[in-house]
């Protein structure tokens, strides 16, 4: 099965990001508030380049029930997720206005709709599959730290939720599906592009950490 063999083929990347500091210092509460808020104001506004990439998929879709469950994964991406985010943003008073979108969170949505554009149907399928999947199993394993005085107990029960898990599960199931009856090119590249998103994932916990900014930033007038 194709979600199988690639979760065996990113074993070791998913071990990085389990063991990234920020997930750590999620985890046990630690984090530090303004990394904490530098990543929900990147990521609200990835969350709205990953909804339209789930819309695009309904569109391009071969299967109606496959259109029915992007769709709804776009609408909730924008309204669930983005009410979490909304609410930390206030209660931490992480302000969008003065924070550019990161050279990370820019690279990543792009990539997705990009992607979503012009890639075949089954590789679209395998490039959102990894922000449904990775943030369940990282939900699930933080889940043993959800006490409710937890500073971030609403993100990590958010991803822990079987609700979610479900959604996590019948995304696979369209994966596997797509990939079982692909031609071994396409195949090829849908494991490229579960890879590529699984490495951007990494990398966007990352930038949140070191607070990414722009290098040419300083050279450019205002």
């Known amino acids: 099965m194709f979600c199988d063999d690639i979760w065996q083929r990113t074993a070791e990347l998913m071990r990085a990001i389990h063991e990234h500091p920020f997930l750590v210092a999620l985890g046990d509460g630690t984090l530090d508030p303004d990394r904490f808020g530098f990543y929900i104001v990147q ?25 029915a469950f992007w769709a709804q994964s776009a609408h909730t991406a924008l309204a669930a997720e983005r009410m979490l985010h909304a609410g930390y943003a206030e209660e931490l008073g992480a302000d969008a206005k003065g924070l550019a979108m990161s050279p990370t969170c820019l690279a990543y949505a792009s990539f997705l709709q990009a992607t979503a554009l012009t890639a075949p149907y089954p590789v679209i399928a395998a490039a959102v599959l990894p922000c449904f999947w990775i943030y369940q199993d990282v939900g699930t394993a933080l889940l043993k730290y959800a006490t409710p005085e937890h500073p971030y107990v609403k993100w990590i029960s958010t991803y822990a939720d079987p609700a979610f898990a479900a959604s996590v599960e019948q995304a696979k199931g369209i994966a596997d599906r797509l990939a079982a009856a692909a031609d071994p090119a396409t195949r090829e590249a849908m494991g490229e592009a ?29």
Do not use: I, Q
Not at 204 to 222: G, H, I, N, V
């Open 194 to 222: 579960y890879g590529r998103a699984a490495a951007y994932e990494w990398m966007f916990w990352d930038s949140a950490w070191r607070r990414e900014t722009w290098p040419t930033e300083r050279w450019l007038a205002p």
């Open 43 to 67: 990521d609200a506004r990835y969350l709205e380049a990953f909804s339209k990439a789930l819309a695009t998929a309904s569109v391009r879709a071969t299967d109606p029930a496959d259109a």
